[in-house]
């Protein structure tokens, strides 16, 4: 097969979620529907920047293969929404596709409504939706003293329907409301499920954050419920997640109180929020994607005319440990087209497997700085050094290590990396992950090596693909 020209820009991710211009950022109802994947995002159509939100739409057969669609939700003039369709979910409200979203208004100051729009019957490319005229909740419940209030999450529980909202309280409390929507049309506030208070949450997520936004709640396959949540203090900060039990206030209150057990960060990296989930029940798993953001200038970003990427779909579930689980989608197998060059390309996959000490070279400046892997078995670590690339956006700049604890497997550590422009994606076995933007620079040169001696190495094996662009779906 013959190589295909390099990709224009070479920052721009060509694999993964985004609009052909302009401005992403946060996932939203990733929701699946006579047999195709569905998945919304917030989206600036005008300029890469974030103003002006709409919900853009894509769908896919298989996760690999992504069909842009017309814009879902549009403001409305005047309406509830006239400044920005914000984040939210899509639900099946007895066979009609619903979006239950954020309307955000000209004078909002953090507080939002939350709105419906419907699909029309028929259509199932779901290009068509119609806004419910009103709001379905105007405001944050009173005497609770709400300063931020937006993203609801709606599942089930119980036999019922039930709805999450981001929260945080004028003191700098975050939160975590609770609605009964059993009917969508008609909202009850039914308490805080959690907030910053709680000792084990504010252990596990630490007491920075004022805010807790994007809240998903999804059980797993042995029956725990992880509560993932995107934390803010006045702009984004981190995302975490807290795993527990889901159970009935009472034998005559249906109410779910969720009790945290353990927990920590979703994503170990710099450059990932907003994640959002689909309990994909007739596939048997939790599918995630995050919103991996710009860390270079606003200069360079309205030079590119695009801002912001999705990142791979991802499998999240418990291990035996009772630590979270995270690999990528199966699917995306599928990409692999032929093995890697020692010259890399603006998109590859990497798998290594390590039983000794290891290093891997991904990129080389003109300086002789290198972007590094350096894998340690006995430890159960991996650490990525990307100092030499300094970076506009608010951040760490030393080397970040990842731990996926000794012995992580009988046969060694695994690491896999999915490059795809300037976004690199890096699992660590499937205990912990790291999303993070590396753009290359004049000069820079993005190569493979392994200590200066080619690719094996005793003790460790690499395997690598050079993906072709998926065709569409």
Not at 280 to 291: Q, T, Y
Not at 329 to 339: C, I, K, N, V
Not at 370 to 398: H, I, K, N, Y
């Amino acid at each position: 097969m013959s190589r295909k020209a390099p990709f224009p820009d070479p920052h721009a991710p060509r694999l993964r979620v985004r609009p052909p211009a302009n401005w992403i950022n946060d996932p939203n109802g990733p929701f699946r529907w006579r047999g195709r994947y569905h998945l919304f995002y917030q989206h600036n159509p005008a300029a890469p920047v974030h103003a002006n939100v709409h919900w853009g739409h894509v769908s896919s057969p298989d996760l690999v293969r992504w069909d842009h669609h017309p814009i879902a939700l549009t403001p409305t003039p005047g309406g509830p929404d006239e400044a920005g369709c914000w984040s939210g979910c899509v639900v099946d409200d007895d066979g009609v596709p619903t979006a239950v979203y954020t309307g955000i208004d000209r004078q909002h100051t953090g507080v939002g409504t939350i709105c419906l729009a419907r699909a029309v019957p028929d259509d199932d490319a779901l290009t068509v939706w119609r806004p419910v005229p009103e709001p379905v909740v105007t405001a944050p419940p009173a005497g609770l003293h709400v300063a931020m209030f937006r993203d609801p999450f709606v599942f089930r529980h119980g036999g019922r329907r039930w709805a999450l909202v981001g929260a945080g309280h004028a003191d700098g409390t975050p939160s975590v409301l609770l609605y009964d929507c059993d009917d969508l049309l008609s909202w009850r506030f039914a308490g805080v499920l959690l907030d910053g208070r709680d000792p084990r949450a504010a252990e596990a997520l630490g007491k920075d954050a004022t805010g807790w936004e994007c809240p998903q709640l999804f059980e797993t396959s042995d029956g725990h419920w992880v509560l993932v949540l995107s934390l803010w203090d006045g702009e984004p900060l981190s995302t975490g997640h807290l795993t527990g039990t889901l159970t009935a206030a009472g034998p005559d209150d249906p109410t779910p109180r969720f009790t945290p057990r353990s927990g920590g960060p979703l994503d170990h990296g710099r450059d990932f929020y907003a994640p959002a989930v689909l309990q994909d029940r007739a596939g048997g798993r939790v599918l995630l994607w995050g919103w991996s953001w710009e860390a270079r200038s606003q200069d360079e970003v309205e030079r590119a005319g695009w801002a912001g990427v999705l990142t791979a779909p991802r499998v999240v579930d418990i291990r035996a440990d009772g630590a979270l689980s995270t690999v990528p989608a199966p699917e995306l197998e599928r990409l692999r087209a032929r093995p890697l060059p020692s010259q890399l390309p603006d998109a590859y996959e990497l798998f290594i497997t390590a039983t000794a000490p290891a290093t891997v070279g991904l990129l080389r400046s003109a300086a002789g700085e290198r972007v590094t892997l350096a894998l340690d078995p006995a430890a159960g670590t991996v650490t990525l050094d990307r100092s030499g690339w300094p970076r506009q956006r608010a951040g760490g700049s030393g080397p970040l290590t990842l731990a996926a604890g000794p012995g992580a497997a009988p046969g060694g550590l695994t690491v896999r990396v999915l490059a795809d422009g300037s976004l690199l994606e890096l699992f660590a076995g499937d205990a912990a992950v790291a999303t993070e933007r590396v753009y290359r620079r004049a000069g820079d040169v993005p190569e493979l090596t392994t200590r200066g001696t080619g690719v094996q190495v005793t003790g460790w094996e690499l395997s690598g693909w050079e993906p072709d662009p998926p065709r569409h779906g």
